[in-house]
């Protein structure tokens, strides 16, 4: 029995040698990491300000008795707008949101031919103040040290009003002013450019350029010009804008991969 025990001892101390010697040849075993990536998706939240320079509009009135008389020298002022939207990211590459604008009043100024005025020109002009609400959309072109570049366009329809109009005939009837505020429904459209830089998971800020085509503006009728039934139109109202806005992301938090089980290379 006691032989027994003894190579039974032996046998056990062969096997646990082996056993480590195997296991010191074994490679360190490898742990996979979880990475994180960047989020996707979801609801955001936009506010905007920004600068809005006009082109040149095309100016008229059309009366009753003589038609449509143009004005030259056209101009409009600056104005400045301001905004909200809601949107939602489908991916890394795609977004939409729903904006609404409203830029303060421009005035918008040109001359008329008139042969009893002094000079033979009269003075038109009128306040205009736009609201828009605009359906856009983007692609993303690549993130780079947390700058996204985009491109992107935009439909929806802006209410234009015209206010405070009035047509200076000097040496003639004077000054007439329009009383009363007149708004026109019109198809607007927009293409934009700008890139955005996340200032964390949550927060984005967005600088962009749009160019806006916003219809145009009708006043009033007037009927005490002396003409009868006198509207100015103001055609072409198109600007050119500079934009800073910011966007709140919801569930801005970092996406996990499921954990992975821990291997060995053999």
Not at 221 to 235: F, L, M
């Amino acid at each position: 029995m006691g032989q027994f025990f003894k190579r039974l001892s032996m046998a056990v101390v062969a096997v646990a040698c082996a056993t480590s010697a195997f296991a010191a040849d074994l490679p360190e075993p490898v742990i996979e990491h979880v990475p994180q990536i960047p989020a996707v998706g979801g609801w955001y939240l936009r506010g905007d300000i920004g600068y809005k320079v006009y082109g040149d509009p095309s100016g008229s009135f059309r009366d009753g008795v003589i038609g449509d008389l143009r004005y030259v020298r056209e101009s409009m002022d600056d104005a400045v707008n301001i905004g909200v939207g809601v949107g939602y990211r489908f991916n890394e590459y795609f977004r939409s949101d729903l904006t609404v604008d409203y830029e303060t009043p421009s005035s918008a100024k040109g001359y008329a031919f008139c042969g009893l005025c002094t000079g033979n020109l009269s003075t038109e002009g009128a306040d205009i103040d736009v609201w828009t609400v605009m359906f856009n959309g983007y692609v993303d072109l690549g993130t780079w040290y947390n700058i996204t570049p985009y491109v992107g366009a935009g439909i929806g329809a802006s209410y234009v009003r015209a206010s405070n109009a009035y047509s200076i005939n000097p040496g003639s009837t004077g000054t007439v002013n329009y009383s009363g505020t007149n708004g026109e429904w019109n198809l607007a459209w927009a293409l934009m450019a700008g890139a955005a830089y996340d200032i964390n998971p949550n927060w984005t800020i967005d600088a962009g350029y749009q160019y806006r085509n916003l219809g145009m503006a009708k006043t009033v009728r007037h009927t005490g010009v002396g003409t009868g039934g006198t509207r100015a139109k103001w055609d072409d109202l198109v600007a050119h804008e500079v934009r800073l806005g910011l966007r709140y992301n919801f569930g801005g938090a970092p996406v996990y991969y499921a954990p992975q089980a821990i291997s060995s290379n053999f």
